[in-house]
Every structure is written in C-alpha cells, then in structure tokens.
Antibody
Framework: EVQLLESGGGLVQPGGSLRLSCAAS????????MSWVRQAPGKGLEWVSA????????YYADSVKGRFTISRDNSKNTLYLQMNSLRAEDTAVYYC????????????????????WGQGTLVTVSS | SYELTQPPSVSVSPGQTARITCSGD??????AYWYQQKPGQAPVLVIY???ERPSGIPERFSGSSSGTTVTLTISGVQAEDEADYYC????????????FGGGTKLTVL
C-alpha cells in the first residue's frame, strides 16, 4: 500500500524558514515524480511545486518561486520542501502527492494527476 | 494566466444525478483530473485523464470532455458523496505548472 507521511509543519514568524518532509513507502520512490500542494484555511487547493523522479527537474508556482526549494533523497524515500522568507499568505496545510504519469505520442511521458495524497502538515506563519 | 472555472456549489437530492463542470482554455489540449475532499481529509482522486476511474472509486462517478469544458457526473448520488470537488489540469505551454479549479461544494439535500 502506498503511504505518504508529511512532517515538519508548525508555527513560524514572517520571514522565517521551515523544511517539510514527506516519507514515502509502498512503491519505487525514485520512479515517480512527486509534488507539493497546499490549502489555506477555508480555501481551495493550490499547486506549489513538483520534482521529477531523478530530482533533475523541478517546477514551482509563481507564488513561491525564489523562496521555496523542492528536493528529494531517493536513498531515503523522502521528499522535501525548504521554505524560506515565509509570509502570512503561506499559511496552509501542505500535502505531498505522488504524481501519475501518462505517455503522449508527441511529447513523451507527461506528469498528470496526484494520487495518493499524504494527510498534510499545517504551516502557520504569524508573529 | 491559465485558469479553471468551476461553479461554487451544486445541490441535488439523493438518487439524482449531479453534474459539476470545469472550464478552461487549455482543456482541449490537456487532460483533466477530479478530486473529492471531505472535511478534515486529504483529497482523493476520483477521475483521471478526463474519464478514467481509479480502482476503488464507485462506478457512479464518471467524467467527460467537450471542447473547453470537462464534466464530473455522479449518478445516483448518495449522502456520502457530499464533499468539495476540484478539477485539475496542467499548463505545459511556455512553462510547467499545475492548476486547480476553485472547487465546487456538492450538497446532498
């Protein structure tokens, strides 16, 4: 059974830093892209970042580009999100998710859906 | 910027059919995916690649696509289907990013 377990959330002051972790099990971690998605209190889902299986390609939402860094340690089956220069608007539950892939005849393998998701970890940015 | 538009709310009686739409300019070129989220829980994938249903998802959930609109259909709605539903797709044109619709609250009357 695929399991994803996030940790590292908590209360941090504006301008501070935090590193989230996502421990994966039940699948060949290095073969799959992974992603972070967040949800502010009472709001909808917002894609944050994604990383390829090898870690060689990374992608970010404009709202976090230059402040957040996604990485992975395939030897530890763990995904990370380093969050710097945190702002009040970064307050949210952060979910990690395994990315489903499909093959497009013109463009090759493409990242698609998120399944499954972890239970989430709450990050609160407040003074 | 690329956006996906969903109705904020849909209400149906038990046993009826609920249809939730999601509109976006890139949907003719990119697959859409649907997630169900119940209060206090993580989202769950219910439809992928416009109309494929993951194992374990009831047959009453189906998806379709027409032009710039994709639709999640729940036939014979049950009380347990009351939840928030989100569509998601990818912007792969000039850069890579994923986008979610604003979400639709399905209320079972």
């Amino acid at each position: 059974e695929v399991q994803l377990l996030e940790s590292g959330g908590g209360l941090v002051q504006p301008g501070g830093s935090l590193r989230l972790s996502c421990a994966a099990s039940g699948f060949t971690f290095s073969s799959y892209a992974m992603s972070w998605v967040r949800q502010a209190p009472g709001k909808g889902l917002e894609w944050v970042s994604a990383i390829s299986g090898s870690g060689g390609s990374t992608y970010y939402a404009d709202s976090v580009k230059g402040r957040f860094t996604i990485s992975r340690d395939n030897s530890k089956n763990t995904l990370y999100l380093q969050m710097n220069s945190l702002r009040a608007e970064d307050t949210a539950v952060y979910y990690c998710a395994k990315v489903g892939m499909y093959y497009d005849i013109l463009t090759g393998y493409q990242m698609g859906w998120f399944d499954p998701w972890g239970q989430g970890t709450l990050v609160t940015v407040s003074s | 910027s690329y956006e996906l538009t969903q109705p904020p709310s849909v209400s149906v009686s038990p046993g009826q059919t609920a249809r939730i739409t999601c509109s976006g300019d890139a949907l003719p070129k990119q697959y859409a995916y649907w997630y169900q989220q119940k209060p206090g829980q993580a989202p769950v994938l219910v439809i992928y690649k416009d109309s494929e249903r993951p194992s374990g998802i009831p047959e009453r959930f189906s998806g379709s696509s027409s032009g710039t609109t994709v639709t999640l259909t729940i036939s014979g709605v049950q009380a347990e289907d009351e939840a928030d539903y989100y569509c998601q797709s990818g912007d792969r044109t000039n850069s890579y990013r994923d986008v979610f619709g604003g979400g639709t609250k399905l209320t079972v009357l």
